[in-house]
């Protein structure tokens, strides 16, 4: 390994062993993975970007909402729009252990604001808000608050023959939109929570339904397995929601958001992959002790 | 052009066309398709491999209802096993036309023999068949029954940075077991009609339901966008359920089989994208005239 391997990672025992795991999985003899056993699968919210105040997806579609009560304050009275207006924790905790009422308000709104859309439009939508909306305690758009010890992670694994997945809880053709410039992955290796489309008159327009379970908990190794054929040999995420998919890996990284100063410092929502972590050894990366640069 | 580029197949206008195709996909100026758009879908029974007297994984399945049938005659009076013993082409003909009631006796049929199968127990029902299973006309596996001159085409595009995934009507569980050798793709570049699978107590295990619609037709290009984010710069194909995806190409190869002393000469369920692709244009391949080696 030459120096510049993961120069954002401070030297010590969580680069360590990241540099260790992948010498052994590209190596003959114990712990060598095939090449095509090289899956590495990412979380996006919160492991490769910044995911406070809200992941920066419900900002996007937040947005978007609220133009829609402006022009029909009726709205206001349902759900999810209700609950957005009053930010309530409940409602949005429900999201997390997927309250089917809370899931099939979101399911009708987003339905509602989407439904016929075609991919270059909701293109269009996405790259406006990347340009235009700034993250308010950072001050800056999100897509410049991805994580630069990460992409060196995701490049340290390409030059050994990985293939690289972001595999998200926020929605597959969100993420599509900048995974190319940002993460320097096609389009087909972002898994998320998707719409159905249609093709119909030679177009593919976006349906009502979403397709499969939603990219969370038991949905992260089954759309994985979908996509691709296998379970991880790497994985990484930061959260409670990760951790099926964290487990069905080989190798599994985990992001401790500790670094009030120069990102944020918070367990919220991260408190049963901590503990599982210490219990089944995976490797817990302080972003304020591990990482020389944050962004 | 190298001479070996497309070796298998005869100098004619059919070669210069695919060989132009991809000459002025790959060259700045008109025509030209950036690297990340180089998507490339072929079918796969019928255009990668021999499909009759059936497509070949009906044959798999076939097969294992039969013991069923022997260990539960019951069976026998009900669909589809049924329309299997009789050979009964009308219920058949209800799979390529998606009849309701057809589709809904194949998932039941389905879901009974596979319900909470491993990927690895599957993968062990396909390799054996796989190895033990003559085609009957041919006297070989089937595995041995692929094209030659289709996989030097996969070759030349991958050569010029395409990416190549099949796309077919047949199951993408069953395709992935012998995909990476026989294709030289990753299981990941395989789209198919699906089973969900659910991951629970550390496994993947298949459960009841297929996962969005059968790939066939408009199913094509939606479960195409739906894998990869885009529509395909080239498809190949071979049947009237390839339509949809031919038509969503920017160049679109359509396979006709008229070669009865090497293969089999029929236009049964490929007469409407033959008359589609003398209207738009398509890549017409003669198995009998283009091709100088077919297996």
Redesign the interface.
């Known amino acids: 390994m030459t120096e510049s391997v993961l120069a954002s990672w401070r030297e010590g025992p969580v680069k360590q062993a990241i540099v260790d795991f992948v010498a052994l999985a590209t190596t003959p003899g114990p712990g060598f993975v095939a090449v ?1 056993d090289r ?1 590495a699968t990412f979380d996006n919210d919160g492991t490769l970007w910044v995911e406070q105040p809200l992941p920066p997806q419900f900002d996007f579609v937040f947005r978007r909402w609220a133009q829609e009560i402006k022009q029909d304050p009726s709205l206001a009275e349902q759900q999810p729009y209700k609950a957005i207006i009053a930010r309530d924790p409940a409602f949005f905790a429900g999201v997390a252990t997927q309250d089917p009422e809370v899931v099939g308000a979101l399911l009708a709104a987003f339905a509602r604001t989407w439904k016929g859309t075609t ?1 270059e439009e909701f293109d269009a939508q996405v790259r406006e808000w990347l340009q235009t909306v700034k993250q308010p305690k950072l001050g800056v758009p999100y897509i410049e608050l991805v994580y630069k010890p990460m992409l060196e992670l995701l490049d340290l694994l390409r030059a050994h023959e990985f ?1 690289v997945f972001v595999c998200s809880g926020g929605g ?2 969100f993420m ?1 939109v900048f995974a ?1 410039e940002t993460w320097g992955i ?3 290796n ?1 898994i998320g929570t ?1 719409a ?5 008159d ?1 177009r ?1 327009v976006r349906a009502e339904h979403a ?2 379970s939603l990219n969370v908990g ?5 759309h994985i ?7 991880p040999a790497l994985a990484g995420g930061n959260a409670d929601v990760d951790i ?1 998919m964290l ?2 890996a080989r190798f599994s990284v985990l992001v401790s958001h500790d670094d009030e100063e120069r990102e944020f410092a918070y367990t919220s929502g991260g408190e049963a992959s901590l503990a599982r972590a210490k219990e089944l050894g995976w490797t817990v990366v302080s972003m304020k002790d591990d990482w020389i640069t944050v962004f």
């Open positions: 095509a899956i991919p293939r597959r053709d599509r190319e096609f389009k087909e972002v998707a159905e489309y249609r093709y119909a030679g593919i397709l499969g038991p949905g992260k190794p089954e397995f979908a996509q691709t054929g296998r379970l099926e487990e069905a």
